[in-house]
């Protein structure tokens, strides 16, 4: 093995090999432990987990998943400020790479490879990232600033391959994940797989992630054709799930989109115009919730938009607009309390879940859904996730809600979707590895 690796990067320093793909082989005898990188946005993520098929259903466990908040830093720009977000992804990464490999090196889930790990020597592990220098030192600056203290690469894990966000999110933020996958795969010599971010958030929502980590579960198979709403800061978008795993085209088909910003946004926005901090929906919701109990009646009627648009589209923006239009008026005649801020996420909220209800049951009764799998960061919301499980109950189809410790941004749906997509598809179909900030579910 020692031989082979020092050989493989010889041959990639002399010819300088082509490093946008990684290609390596994963075993198909035994269990596949998947490395997941998550960096589409403000969370910077890494997750460890194992997979295999066993009597024809995908079995997992995970053995560890970090992420790392960036919220708070962003928060002073009332949102995500794209190249602090580049910068951050750049200095934790190693460091967090660090910690998921150090907390897991005792866990009777992940055992070693060998004894005597195999290990490149240190001018072996400068030879390689000699080869990245003059890409990364421009490109990265702080992720190739960090790489260069990280001894603990040298040692090659027991990891078969890594899954990677290729998109949607921030360019820039997503190159960073990207470069730092390809830098793994490269030393580590195993393939690494682009995944989509929407699609990290469908699988994810099939995980019975409230089991301890370490404990195999079957990941739940949702009848088909199932219905995906997928609600986030970045989406908004209703989807009808062909298939689960593998790469075949059509297994996605967008059934409905925003038409401008997403209902995760909304919250923020509005949020914002109500002097809560960034990320905003937590906050609104807990508002509206304090108003509910309080009896509070909402000062405003807001608009529900689209309802009654044939389509299946949202649009957010006026909604958001109306709510300014609010803060003004009770501004400028003194009403700006803290009362009316409660009664105006009330009703904030409940146009959002009227809006996103109408549109929900349109596409359940035209696709003849057979079940409901949410994903995104607003599926946290407590108020849609009853309507979502009384819709269901009403509809007699099965609900996929992702526990609420993964409904945000992580890294174990990102290797949950990639070693669920390299399983079925095998590794001769993997896709180079390139950012698309606009990447669609198809
Ligand atoms: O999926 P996610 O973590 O990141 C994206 O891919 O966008 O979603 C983040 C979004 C933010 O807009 C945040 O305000 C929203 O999810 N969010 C919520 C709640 N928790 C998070 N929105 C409404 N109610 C919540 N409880
Ligand atoms: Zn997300």
């Not at 992940?110 to 592990?125: F, M």
């Not at 890409?135 to 690469?153: H, I, R, V």
Request: include cysteine.
């Amino acid at each position: 093995m020692k031989e082979y690796l020092g050989a493989r990067l010889a041959q990639l320093v002399e010819h300088r090999l082509d490093v946008t793909r990684v290609v390596g082989s994963i075993p198909t005898t035994r269990t596949v432990i998947t490395l997941g990188i998550e960096t589409s946005c403000d969370e910077t993520a890494l997750s460890l987990i194992e997979t295999r098929e066993h009597e024809g259903h995908f079995e997992c466990r995970v053995i560890n998943s970090l992420v790392h908040s960036q919220a708070e830093l962003h928060s002073a720009y009332g949102g995500v400020y794209p190249s602090l977000a580049k910068r951050e992804h750049g200095k934790n990464l190693v460091p967090l790479l660090k910690k998921l490999l150090s907390e897991i090196s005792q866990a009777p889930s992940y055992t070693k490879a060998s004894e005597d790990k195999d290990a490149h020597t240190a001018s072996e592990l400068s030879t390689v990232l000699e080869t990245f220098k003059s890409e990364l030192s421009k490109t990265n600056p702080d992720l190739w600033q960090s790489l260069q203290g990280a001894s603990f690469l040298s040692y090659v894990p027991n990891i078969d391959m890594i899954a990677v966000t290729e998109g949607p999110g921030l360019e820039p933020t997503l190159w960073v994940g990207i470069n730092f996958a390809r830098i793994l795969g490269t030393i580590w010599n195993i393939p690494v797989v682009p995944v989509n971010h929407m699609e990290g958030h469908v699988v994810g929502s099939l995980l019975k992630s409230d089991l301890p980590y370490g404990t195999w579960q079957c990941l739940s198979e949702p009848a088909l054709p199932a219905l995906s709403f997928l609600i986030s800061g970045g989406h908004t978008e209703l989807v009808q799930v062909n298939n689960i795993g593998g790469n075949d085209q059509g297994r996605y088909e967008i059934l409905g989109q925003t038409k401008d910003d997403a209902v995760g946004e909304a919250f923020d926005k509005v949020a914002r115009l109500l002097g809560l901090p960034y990320p905003g929906g937590p906050h609104v919701s807990k508002l509206a919730h304090e108003a509910y109990e309080a009896g509070i009646v909402s000062p405003v009627k807001l608009p529900r938009p689209m309802i009654a648009s044939d389509d299946l589209n949202f649009s957010f923006a006026g909604l958001k607009t109306a709510v300014l239009y609010a803060v003004q008026k009770a501004t400028a005649k003194n009403e700006f309390t803290d009362e009316y801020k409660k009664g105006l996420a009330y009703e904030f909220e409940q146009a959002v879940a009227e809006t996103l209800e109408t549109k929900l049951r349109k596409a359940i009764l035209e696709t003849d859904a057979k079940s409901l799998i949410i994903g995104g960061g607003v599926s946290a919301n407590h108020l849609l996730r009853k309507r979502f499980q009384a819709i269901t109950v009403e509809y007699g189809i099965e609900l996929f809600l992702p526990s609420l410790h993964i409904s945000g941004d992580n890294a174990l749906m990102i290797a949950l979707a990639g070693a669920l997509d390299h399983t079925k598809s095998g590794p001769t179909d993997v896709r180079p590895l390139v950012a698309h900030g606009n990447k669609r579910l198809s």
